[in-house]
């Protein structure tokens, strides 16, 4: 079984604190993923990572970057919270196929709030 | 980019009531997925399915790809079936799977 983690389930960090999310695969899957979930708004990409030391940026990459240093572990950085960054955030990651085919598999979540 | 629409947005139902959620996107795919995030948060992976039916015990969907659609149907619904069911897709060369807005499901005891 796939198992994606996120090292914290919930956060509570102040405006202009530097954060961390961390995730870890265990299915030596190529791509990762980080994800907004906000209410009305769904699930955003936020930036993805198809190998090591590779990124893109997605839909909504403003104020974070990401760093993939191994290919088991993709952290996302919020370099200066700030209160509009409290949200929802969800890793995923897959396989790499020819055909993009390959199903996403998510962690638990973590819920971050920026006071 | 490709467009993901769901319908209802939410649903109350009864327990043991059958239901139909939508999915409709705006281009081809080449993977679709159904998921269920449950009250805590949590997203699980219900099905796979860029095209055809498949089944899940109380669960089964069917994508008709040539026509842009996908079904998810719960039959006998329980209360453990409450949450948010989400719908998303990937088309083309992008690794990006684009999510629809939902559909909040409440099955009541």
């Known amino acids: 079984d796939v198992k994606v983690t996120q090292s914290s389930r919930y956060l509570v960090k102040r405006t202009g604190e530097k954060v961390f999310l961390e995730c870890v695969q265990d299915?030596?899957?190529?791509?990762m993923f980080w994800y907004r979930q906000d209410p009305g708004l769904g699930l955003r990409l936020i930036y993805f990572?198809?190998?090591?030391?590779?990124?893109e940026k997605g839909d909504i990459p403003e104020g974070y970057s990401v760093s993939r240093e191994k290919k088991e572990r993709f952290s996302l950085i919020l370099e200066s919270a700030s209160t509009n960054q409290t949200s929802m955030y969800l890793c995923a990651s897959s396989f790499v196929d020819r055909s993009n085919n390959s199903p996403l598999h998510f962690g638990n979540g973590t819920r971050l709030t920026v006071t | 980019g490709i467009q993901v629409e769901q319908s209802p947005p939410d649903l109350i139902l009864q327990e043991g009531a059958n239901s139909t959620l939508r999915c409709n996107f705006s281009d081809s795919v080449n993977n679709l997925q159904w998921f269920h995030q449950n009250p805590w948060g949590q997203l699980i992976n219900l099905f796979y399915i860029p095209s055809g039916t498949k089944q899940n015990g109380r669960l089964s969907a069917t994508t008709v790809a040539t026509e842009r659609y996908s079904l998810l149907y719960i039959s006998s619904s329980q209360t453990t079936d409450s949450g948010v069911y989400f719908c998303?897709?990937?088309?083309?060369?992008?690794?990006?799977?684009?999510f629809g807005t939902g559909t909040l499901l409440a099955v009541q005891p």
């Open positions: 990572s198809y190998d090591v030391k590779m990124k």
């Open positions: 299915m030596d899957h190529e791509n």
């Open positions: 998303a897709v990937r088309g083309g060369a992008t690794n990006k799977l684009i």
